[in-house]
Nanobody
Framework: QVQLVESGGGSVQAGGSLRLSCAASGRTFSRYARGWFRQASGKEREFVASISWSGGGTYYADSVKGRFTISRDNAENTVYLQMKSLKPEDTAVYYC???????????????????WGQGTQVTVSS
């Protein structure tokens, strides 16, 4: 059974930091692009960041560039999202994803073949 399990969410004040982790079990995603999406209450799920299987390519939504950093440890089958300078508009449920496509396309098109985690809540207060 394939599982992606997020951890690290929580509540912080604006300007604070959080680090999310996404551990995979049941299969190896080392050749898959991995990424993070988020869904705020009443809104569609949106792309946040992605990383290539080698870790050499990283891609970000404009709204998080310069504040968020994605990384991965293939030996541990884990991907991370370091979030700094958090804003209230970053409040959402964050989902990790794995998909058999190029990392620069993770946020594009239908999300066919994606594996998802259960989500972790991030709340940023002003």
């Amino acid at each position: 059974q394939v599982q992606l399990v997020e951890s690290g969410g929580g509540s912080v004040q604006a300007g604070g930091s959080l680090r999310l982790s996404c551990a995979a079990s049941g299969r190896t995603f080392s050749r898959y692009a991995r990424g993070w999406f988020r869904q705020a209450s009443g809104k569609e799920r949106e792309f946040v960041a992605s990383i290539s299987w080698s870790g050499g390519g990283t891609y970000y939504a404009d709204s998080v560039k310069g504040r968020f950093t994605i990384s991965r440890d293939n030996a541990e089958n884990t991907v991370y999202l370091q979030m700094k300078s958090l804003k209230p508009e970053d409040t959402a449920v964050y989902y990790c994803a794995a998909a058999p496509r190029n990392a620069d396309m993770l946020g594009e098109g239908p999300r066919t073949g994606f594996s998802w985690g259960q989500g972790t809540q991030v709340t940023v207060s002003s």
